[in-house]
């Protein structure tokens, strides 16, 4: 396996190499348009020359602010051609948002992809004294004077790079060979479930090494197809579906959206994918409607005969849908890693998978389990630090050893099991510890249970919030003679209530008394990432939730004394 010093020349290895072959396919006017990796190069260097003529220097941050597209991948390129470290930043962030991690950065652009996201940057212009240009992959019109913001097109940028290329090719050239392992590459912030975002630093050299080492153990082959759709403002599309994808000259197929995945699944017949695992919860709750024996086909159908295998991160895989899958001829693979470890720490190998562990560490990361329980990482995957931070840096990686914030547990052969996250431990009022995480795991094994959070911290006895599997509910109320007009109004009814009594009492039955359920809300609608109650990976912002329903939750222990734990 072939070692870079920085990913610019692992692109520019690619490209030399694989050429006149696909590397991005997209969608354009209604059909899949093909780039092949001269033409990425191309763009790039052209892109790169255009952002040296605007002034960017080695070691300046320059955001990217767009959900996924081609121009995203070549952004990414070019920004790091420069020397200079992206910015990646989540798209569906408000202006108030955006405004704090540019600030934060001291990024000197940001790059946007149309109108909408253009507007959160010129609403927060006067909070921004270091922004200089704005750049847009699709035309925009500037509501802010030329002389306080430059704003280009993405063509724009590349014609003026393309009329001076050939003067900076030996600049180019130099800069690239500057960089090093310990240049940083991007600034990530974690959207995190507690507290303030902070900017996690990671260098070229964390990327390369964790993108080689998932690589050596994932059996991706050259030119493999990956339907990619994880937001790469998340280090884990990053590394795996797009550094992987040049490291053997694969094809990088971009979703449209989420709403299309599936179409856009049956239609490219990718050979991986990864995902979160909302999408295969979702996913099987569809398939298990069928009768047995058409499953496998159905499940197989969607995937194409050229799958081999689906990854799964970002947040806990229910063991349930990890056998399930597996059983059924589709191997479904599940990792472990955070923003701050590049991201990936351990992996189940292909034909080695152990449902309800996140598998064995990859090639050349460390594990340890900590006397309370936490898990360590070591190796050359873990961050620099928080961008402007060394408080928070110094509390998390001690001895070089990271501290995850995550409870877990290592077998005999080296499986880790996550057992919850070490700040959402539950302590209640009697002293008892409890995890939330597998209370939650069992409440959405109920079919008509679709997301939950569970709460009780200083309290004595637990309670959880509840959003409903909505389409299964309303057919359910339909088949019993409820008629009701709108969500918010059948959340409220009793019949409902008693519904999910019954569901969450045969729940419970697996857990200890003092772990058990014993009051609980029901939403009338699902946790949303503009409502700022999911991460990019659709991971729950417990505390936010928690927060957000403080008051529901409060009157959830009142009027109770019968509901007092016990042993």
Known sequence: MTTYSNLVSMNRATCAEAGPRTAIRFRR?????????????????QAASGLIQLGIQPGDRVAIFSENRQEWILTDLAILSTGAADVAMHAPLAPEQAAYQLEHSGSRGVFVSNQQQADKIFDVIDQLPDLEFLISYESVSSSVDESRLKVLSWDGLKHRGWSQLK?????????????????????????GT???????????????????????????????????????SHIYARTV???ISQLV??????????????????????HWMTSVPRFYEKLWSSIERLPEEKRAPALKGIFGRRLHHLASGGAPLPKQICETFNNLGVPLLEGYGLTETSPVIAFNRFGQ?????????????????????????????????YWQNHEATSKVIVDDWFHTGDIGELDD??????????????????????APTEIERLLKMAPLIDQAVVYGDNRNFITAILVPAFDLLESTLRDQGVRLQSKAEFIDQKEILELYTKVVEQQMIQVSNPERVRRFLVLSRPFSLSEDELTATQKVRRRHVIDKYQEELNALYTNVAHLEDSD
């Open 29 to 45: 006017f209604g059909r899949y348009t093909d780039l092949t990796w001269n033409e990425v190069r191309s763009q790039a260097d």
């Open 249 to 270: 000259q694969g094809v990088i197929a971009l979703a449209e959206s989420v709403e299309t995945l599936v179409d856009n699944l049956r239609e490219i017949q990718p």
């Open 353 to 385: 998978v152990r449902p309800g562990t996140v598998g064995q560490a990859v090639p050349r990361v460390e594990i340890r389990i900590a006397e309370d329980g936490e898990i360590l990482s070591r190796g050359p995957h873990i961050m620099q630090g």
């Open 194 to 232: 507690t507290g303030p975002p902070k900017g996690v630093m990671l260098s070229h050299g964390n990327l390369i090494t964790n993108a080689n080492a998932v690589l050596s153990i994932s059996e991706i082959h050259p030119q493999y197809v990956i339907l990619s759709w994880l937001p790469y």
């Open 167 to 191: 003067e900076l090719r030996i600049e180019i050239d130099f800069r690239e060979q500057s960089i090093t392992g310990e240049t940083l590459a991007t600034v990530i912030y974690t959207s």
């Open 241 to 243: 579906d797009l550094y």
């Open 413 to 434: 052969e080296g499986f880790l099991k996550i057992t919850d996250r070490k700040k959402d431990i539950i302590v209640t009022s009697s002293g008892k510890n409890i």
